[in-house]
């Protein structure tokens, strides 16, 4: 059974950072995408950030809602542990939501929540001073 498991949020101050874990149980993490979603109150989940089987990583720009350049986020994968990270730096209240990770089998043109089969349950990030 394809389980996943995000561990790391909390509560934060404007300009801090966090580092997200998402570990999985039942599969390797190696043969399959893993993404990165949140969803804030009262809005729609959006995707974050991508890594595929074979390394390449994605992130989405968050006002045009399509892969663009590396900003505040590092997404990365250790194999030894069987998890992936998504490194958060610079957060801004606008960052505060639930964030959820999820197995598919490729990050797409788009990161998109059907291409994902398996989600964990989420793990919350506030940020406020």
């Known amino acids: 059974q394809l389980q996943l498991a995000e561990s790391g949020g909390g509560l934060v101050q404007p300009g801090g950072s966090l580092r997200l874990s998402c570990e999985a149980s039942g599969f390797s993490l190696d043969l399959h995408a893993i993404g990165w979603f949140r969803q804030a109150p009262g809005k729609e989940r959006e995707g974050v950030s991508c890594?595929?089987?074979?390394?390449?990583?994605?992130?989405?720009?968050?006002?045009q809602g399509r892969y663009s350049a590396q900003g505040r986020f590092t997404i990365s994968r250790d194999s030894a542990k069987n998890t992936v990270y998504l490194q958060m730096n610079s957060l801004k209240p606008e960052d505060t939501a639930v964030y959820y990770c999820?197995?598919?089998w490729g990050c797409g043109y788009y990161l998109v929540e059907a291409d994902f089969s398996s989600w964990g349950q989420g793990t919350q990030v506030t940020v406020s001073s």
């Open positions: 999820a197995a598919g």
């Open positions: 890594i595929n089987p074979d390394g390449g990583t994605y992130y989405v720009d968050s006002v």
